[in-house]
C-alpha cells in the first residue's frame, strides 16, 4: 500500500502544474487503491476524537470532531512517508519552497446533517501544500471568491480522490492572501476526512 508508481508521480506532476496556473489553487485527482482508503479508515477507527470549539478565533464555525495531532502510526506512516518522498522528487519539488515534511496531521468527522465548517484560509504558518483525503461519506468541500460564500465552486473529494491545495511559499502563489478559501456543506452522510500539512513552526520530527 501507498507504495510509489510512475503513474501516479505522473498525476502529481501534472496536478502540481495545473494547481500552479489556476486562479482558486486547489483541485483533485483521482489517487487512492480501495485497500489505501481501507486502511486509513480503519486507522481512524482506533483513534480518539473530541469535539472541536464551535468557533475559532477568527469567527469560523466548526462543527465536527477532530483527532488531532492524529497519531502517526500504522498506515498513517506509510501515508505520509508516501508523500513526502513523491514530493521530493525531481520535477516535483521545484514546486515548493523548501522540502515538503507533512509534520502536522489532522483527521476530522463530521455527523450527518452537521454544520460543517465555514469559509476559511489555512493559516499562514501552514507552507507549500494542503492535502484533503476524504475517506467516508458524503458532503461538499468548496471553494468560494470571498466569505459571504459568493461563486461557490464544488471541488470532487469523494473517497478515492486527492485534494491538492496550495499554502505560501507554492510556486506561483505570488500573494499568500490570495491562498483559497475554502469550506466544508451540505453533509447529508457523514464524513470522514484527513489532513496533511506542513507547519512552518513545528520540527519535522514533532
Do not use: W
Request: glycine residues 8%; aromatic residues 8%; contains cysteine.
Amino acid at each position: 500500500m501507498f507504495e510509489f508508481s510512475e503513474q501516479k508521480k505522473q498525476k502529481i506532476l501534472i496536478s502540481l502544474k495545473q494547481l500552479s496556473r489556476l486562479d482558486r489553487q486547489i483541485l483533485s485527482v483521482p489517487y487512492f487503491t480501495r485497500m489505501e482508503i481501507s486502511s486509513l479508515i480503519k486507522y481512524c477507527s482506533q483513534i480518539s476524537f473530541r469535539e472541536a470549539n464551535s468557533m475559532t478565533e477568527a469567527g469560523v464555525s466548526q462543527d465536527f470532531s477532530v483527532c488531532f495531532p492524529a497519531p502517526k502510526t500504522g498506515p498513517m506512516i506509510k501515508c505520509i512517508s508516501h508523500f513526502n518522498s513523491m514530493f521530493s522528487m525531481t520535477g516535483i519539488r521545484q514546486y515548493f519552497s523548501a522540502p515538503i515534511s507533512f509534520n502536522d496531521i489532522a483527521a476530522q468527522t463530521y455527523k450527518k446533517g452537521s454544520n460543517g465548517i465555514g469559509i476559511h484560509r489555512d493559516g499562514l504558518r501552514y507552507r507549500d501544500i494542503v492535502l484533503i483525503i476524504c475517506l467516508a461519506g458524503r458532503s461538499e468541500l468548496y471553494t468560494a471568491d470571498n466569505r459571504e460564500g459568493m461563486g461557490a465552486q464544488i471541488v470532487d473529494d469523494s473517497p478515492g480522490r486527492l485534494v491538492l491545495m496550495s499554502a505560501a511559499g507554492f510556486k506561483n502563489l505570488s500573494d499568500p492572501k490570495s491562498r483559497p478559501l475554502h469550506g466544508v456543506r451540505n453533509i447529508t452522510d457523514g464524513r470522514l476526512s484527513l489532513g496533511l500539512r506542513c507547519d512552518s513552526k513545528k520540527s519535522n520530527f514533532d
